[in-house]
């Protein structure tokens, strides 16, 4: 779940790698040196926090910025979803 990624990212990518089988490094978690290989991250403003460390400020971010409009309108359609996934409803 990106929330416990975000808030444990050193604790969630060890049992990540222990899943693939993979050697975990804890320099992992901020190892930026990739990053000149995924395309056109350093040239688009949407992509800048991947050169940022993990943070766990953007949580939440997405439902702060809908209105009491769409919450009500969304809440028909997902509030089951969000309670069986352990996630407050969409009003919250």
Not at 1 to 7: F, G, H, K, R
């Given at each position: 779940?990106?929330?416990?990624?975000?808030?444990s990212p050193a604790e969630i990518?060890?049992?990540?790698?222990?899943?693939?089988?993979?050697?975990?490094?804890a320099d992992i978690i901020d190892d930026l040196g990739?990053?000149?290989?995924?395309?056109?991250?350093?040239?688009r403003a949407h992509h800048a926090s991947v050169l940022k460390p993990i943070s766990d400020s953007n949580i939440?971010?997405?439902?702060?910025?809908?209105?009491?409009?769409?919450k009500n309108s969304l809440r028909t359609?997902?509030?089951?979803?969000?309670?069986?996934?352990?996630?407050a409803s969409c009003l919250s």
């Open positions: 779940i990106y929330e416990d990624l975000v808030s990518v060890s049992q990540l790698c222990t899943f693939l089988h993979v050697d975990y490094r990739a990053v000149d290989t995924l395309g056109d991250v350093t040239m939440g971010k997405g439902r702060r910025q809908l209105t009491s409009c769409q359609l997902i509030d089951g979803y969000l309670e069986l996934y352990g996630y």
